[in-house]
């Protein structure tokens, strides 16, 4: 019985969570942080990630490597190598 109120009272603060997130930060942003937690919830960290975040992703490695790396060590972010295989089949017109 205790298991089971733990579990809805966890439910309902994340959907809590959620909710002040799209409430309060930029789109983009709010998906980015809903994606994360999403991964952060999987048993494997590994493996699918959706296209938005390798895209941002790539658009903070793009800017700076530097930040990149810093990045990656607060979320959990594609690896360098998947970085650049998404920016080769990318077609970018400058």
Do not use: W
């Not at 700076?64 to 959990?76: A, D, M, T, W």
């Amino acid at each position: 019985m205790k298991k089971t109120t733990a579990m809805a009272s966890k439910a309902s603060d994340m959907a809590l969570l959620h909710s002040l997130i799209e409430k309060f930060l930029p789109t983009q942003t709010a998906t980015f942080i809903n994606s994360q937690f999403k991964i952060h919830c999987k048993a494997s960290k590994k493996g699918y990630k959706c296209l938005q975040d390798k895209l941002f992703a790539l658009s903070v490695f793009y800017h700076s490597r530097k930040v990149y790396i810093l990045v990656q060590k607060l979320f959990i972010l594609s690896s360098k190598t998947t970085i650049l295989i998404v920016l080769q089949k990318t077609d970018i017109y400058l």
